[in-house]
């Protein structure tokens, strides 16, 4: 179930690329980003403010003594990715990125593959026990010690009928004990109006996104025990610096974030 290499079609990794101002993207994306962008102009500091919990957490965890990460939507590469944020705190552990985009695998394996500490699998989060038994998920990673799985920013793409619940449930059932889960989602509480034209710009992309509000999103990290503050905005998850906008204080949920280790 991988993504066809279109550069005439919006792609929502190569979007992603372009509101965090990256240069792997096609004029097809950037006009459907910027018609996204319409709606809700906020997304490049949502998005930034995603990357940062990811590294928050990525250290957290590491500091915590997890030495193995799987990042299952990893994305194109950007700065301070996965493996290289682990590296700073535990330079021997493992990192396998898995994304079902022929151009992320590409650009993945040139730039993150750089070290035998890191592997890049093709995989399609519908397909969790395709990901959980690949033979180079589990030659890389040893099922017998804790794993952090992260699950971000992708879970929104993921329709009601491809059962993300079960989905989330049946990786997290593949975890060692001492695992965790690291999960973050748009939520479009703060702009209802602003859902249906955005689902619209994507169904016409390589991957669907869901508006959820928060109601819909706090089940996905059921049956897991949620490191504090539990599941919060992005800049609320333990921050250790200002938050990039101010004004991100007083909002409703706009994005959502938690970590959980696996009960
Ligand atoms: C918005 S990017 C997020 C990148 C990164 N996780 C982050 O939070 O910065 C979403 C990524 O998920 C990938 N993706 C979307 N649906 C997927 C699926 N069903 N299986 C695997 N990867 C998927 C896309 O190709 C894209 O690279």
Redesign the pocket.
Same mark, same amino acid.
């Given at each position: 179930m991988g @993504?066809e290499f279109d550069p005439n079609t919006p792609n929502?990794?190569r979007m992603?690329d372009y509101y965090l101002g990256g240069k792997d993207n096609f004029p097809s994306d950037r006009a459907a980003a910027e018609q996204v962008l319409r709606y809700v102009p906020e997304i490049p500091i949502g998005i930034r403010e995603?990357?940062a919990f /990811?590294q928050r957490a990525v250290r957290f965890l590491a500091e915590q003594g997890v030495r193995q990460f799987l &990042?299952? #939507?990893? #994305?194109?590469p950007t700065q301070q990715n996965v493996h290289q944020v682990v590296a700073e705190v535990a330079p021997e552990a493992r990192t396998v990125y898995?994304?079902? &985009?022929p151009q @992320?695998l590409v650009h993945a394996r040139a730039l993150l593959q750089d070290s035998p500490q890191v592997v890049v699998v093709e #995989? &399609?989060?519908?397909q969790p026990g395709e990901i959980m038994n690949h033979p180079e998920v589990r030659g890389h990673l040893n099922f017998d010690e804790p794993i952090a799985v992260l699950l /971000?920013?992708?879970v929104h793409?993921?329709p009601d009928s491809d059962d993300p619940l079960g989905i989330i449930a049946q990786i997290r059932s593949a975890l060692p004990p001492g695992s965790h889960m690291v999960i973050?989602h748009v939520a479009v509480d703060e702009r209802p109006e602003s859902a249906p034209p955005v689902e619209g710009i994507y169904r016409r992309a390589s991957?669907q996104f869901v508006a959820r509000v928060s109601s819909e999103i706090e089940p996905f990290f059921d049956g897991l025990d949620m490191v504090e503050p539990g599941v919060v905005n992005l800049h609320e998850w333990r921050p250790d610096s200002p938050v990039l906008a101010p004004r991100l204080e007083t909002v409703k949920s706009y994005f959502l974030c938690g970590v959980g280790s696996v009960k």
């Open positions: @993504v929502a990794a992603y995603n990357r /990811l &990042d299952i #939507g990893a #994305g194109l898995v994304d079902n &985009d @992320v #995989g &399609d989060l519908r /971000l920013a992708i793409f993921i973050s991957a």
